[in-house]
């Protein structure tokens, strides 16, 4: 596989599972990154431009309904429209950028899968025009309501998506803290056995899924939204190798057949990371820290340049402010900022350097 190129821009279908096993094969996984509008997105192309890596971007409900504007009336309609609008400026651009990027939608509970229905329909008629869907892959997490419910859903929305090309991320078991509303800070805990998933349940969704369609699973080890104080959280990676075992000795695969996925990823142990990747995590989640990186580089800025934020015009020496002022000053201090994360965060993933379209330039230019 170590010849496998990929043209840059969005992948999906069978180029998004050459792209996951090129990072199962070599042992890294890529940033899973949620972003709430072009600066986000653009901040997060060109990480993973400089860093070489191919990289996931993400939205949630929220970050999809601030892409339309808070300021539109009908929210399940900028809930829909903004997380298409968003897919629309990635396709346009992220070629230019020579990279693969994955596009994806993070959580969507019960009360939310109408908006991944409509997202789906959307999809269909891109693949239409263009033979290729909008979004390389949706999250379905249905963790706190019965399997049953949680693996019949999937198997409907997964029907529609297959044909298309698409992926369907499940969760079983619970990330402990909230990601935009879904979930709840309640279940951090140590001990708390809802933060393991049992890989009986892992069997069990690769036995109904995987003949209908392509699914990677979020499985729960202990991890956690957010970043909280040191204790709270132990991660315990071996429960994702007891599911990997499970399901290779049950049906006879290779190793690592189920595509894990990695939630919470802000804040987490490196060593814990590193240890994650050994079975067959090939994506993790960052939120919390790029959120913070992005805050705390404006927050910096203003406070070194006090006076331009509140006078357009010095009123002692009579200096006019707005080359400061100017918001591509302090959103492009947020945006480096979380570059500068993401260059962290393809260290500790492995993915520095190993972009698959990158091989192709490589190879063109050889
Ligand atoms: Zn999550």
């Not at 609008?85 to 990027?101: E, F």
């Not at 290729?132 to 049953?148: G, K, T």
């Not at 297959?162 to 079983?172: D, R």
Request: with cysteine; net charge negative.
């Amino acid at each position: 596989m170590s010849n496998t190129i990929l043209e840059a821009g969005v992948v999906t279908g069978d180029n998004y599972k050459i792209l996951l096993e090129a990072c199962k094969d070599g042992g890294y996984a890529l940033p899973a990154v949620n972003v709430v509008g072009t600066d986000s997105i653009n901040a997060v192309m060109e990480a993973a431009a400089k860093n070489k890596s191919d990289i996931i971007i993400q939205l949630s409900n929220g970050g999809g309904q601030f892409y339309a504007g808070a300021g539109m009336p009908d929210s399940f309609e900028a809930k829909v429209l903004g997380t298409v609008s968003a897919a629309q400026h990635v396709h346009l651009l992220a070629k230019h950028y020579g990279i693969c990027v994955v596009l994806h939608t993070d959580h969507a509970n019960k009360e939310l899968i109408p908006w991944v229905e409509a997202l789906i329909t959307h999809s269909e008629r891109h693949f239409e025009c263009t033979g290729v869907p909008l979004y390389s892959s949706h999250m379905l997490d249905l963790s706190a309501d019965d399997i049953d419910f949680n693996l019949s859903e999937s198997a409907r929305l997964l029907k529609r998506m297959a044909p298309l090309g698409m992926s369907l991320e499940i969760e079983l078991g619970v990330t402990g803290g909230e990601e935009d509303g879904v979930g709840s800070d309640d279940d951090i805990g140590a001990d708390n056995p809802l933060l393991y998933t049992q890989p009986e349940d892992c069997l069990r969704a690769y036995e109904e899924l995987s003949p209908i369609g392509h699914f990677t699973l979020a499985a729960s080890f202990g991890n956690v939204h957010g970043v909280y104080k040191p204790g709270n959280v132990k991660l315990r990676p071996e429960i994702l190798k007891a599911s990997q075992e499970l399901v290779q000795k049950t049906h006879n695969t290779g190793v690592n057949p189920l595509d894990l996925v990695f939630h919470g990823g802000s804040g987490s142990d490196k060593a814990k990371i590193e240890e994650s990747l050994l079975y067959g995590v090939f994506k993790m989640n960052i939120d919390t820290d790029t959120q913070f990186a992005f805050a705390k580089a404006v927050g910096e800025y203003v406070e070194n340049n006090s006076k331009a934020f509140k006078h357009q015009i010095d009123p002692d020496d009579g200096t006019p402010y707005k080359k400061l002022y100017d918001p591509r000053k302090f959103l492009r201090a947020g945006e480096l900022s979380v570059v500068a994360r993401l260059d962290e965060a393809c260290r500790d993933l492995g993915s520095t350097g190993k972009s698959l379209a990158l091989k192709k330039s490589e190879e063109l230019a050889a």
